[in-house]
């Protein structure tokens, strides 16, 4: 199973700054999700990260607002960009190993 | 995407077995069950995953009814580290591994 290394595990920014989370997986991965977790709520998938090619984003999430890298096949990052308190979330980064997918273990997001 | 429905919470014995239902009756015959579980603090885990027949691995046993509208999901003696919430999905087989949509779950506590 592939092993997610996620950082920084939390963080507390202020409105209108940015953050860049960093994901890195122990394996050659061709495709990285992204998601995010509102407080008390389920998953909801962000984008889709390739190599080589520009992030995929689901209904509702735009690039400028959730820019995303994926240099190499083992590493992407994801910004959330003029935060608000509104993003305040754990955001989550997830690789596919077959038929399944393996999580990180999130980046925990207060915007004050 | 077929919908499911799964009760919000449930209460185990340690050392007793879960059984977690999932409806799911709107499902397709193509649409795989899958189930993950997200400990509290953690990214989702993956347990199990099946299309008709019933499965099991070292966590868990899969039930999927005949006419495919329902399962169950077995922990056969819970512990108090399978407290979790349970996510029960149906996945198409066009759609991307990676797409996965998480309903609101099914919050299992295992008490002493």
């Known amino acids: 199973s592939a092993v997610i290394s996620q950082k920084p595990s939390r963080d507390i920014c202020q409105r209108g700054t940015s953050l860049t989370i960093q994901c890195q997986v122990d394996?050659?991965?061709?495709?990285m999700f992204w998601y995010r977790q509102q407080p008390g709520q389920s998953l909801t998938l962000i984008a889709t990260a390739n190599q080589g090619s520009e992030a995929t984003y689901e209904s509702g999430f735009v690039i400028d607002k959730f820019p995303i890298s994926r240099p190499n096949l083992t590493f992407s990052t994801l910004t959330v960009s003029n935060m608000s308190p509104e993003d305040s979330s754990i955001y989550l980064c997830s690789v596919r190993d077959k038929e399944k997918l393996f999580f990180g273990s999130g980046t925990q997001l207060s915007v004050l | 995407d077929a919908k499911t429905t799964q009760p919000p919470s449930m209460d185990c014995a340690e050392g007793r077995a879960a059984n977690l239902p999932c409806n799911h009756s709107?499902?397709?015959?193509?649409?795989?069950v899958y189930w993950y579980r997200q400990i509290h603090s953690q990214g989702p885990q993956y347990i199990i995953h099946?299309?008709?027949n019933n499965e099991t691995n070292e966590m868990a046993s899969l039930i999927i009814t005949e006419d495919r509208k329902s399962s169950t999901l077995i922990l056969p003696h819970a512990t108090l580290r399978d407290t979790a919430v349970y996510y029960c999905?149906?996945?198409?087989?066009?759609?991307?591994?990676?797409?996965?949509?998480f309903g609101q779950g099914t919050i299992l506590t295992v008490h002493p």
């Open positions: 394996s050659q991965v061709t495709m």
């Open positions: 999905i149906v996945r198409p087989p066009r759609t991307s591994y990676g797409k996965l949509t």
């Open positions: 709107t499902i397709s015959g193509n649409e795989y």
């Open positions: 099946g299309l008709k």
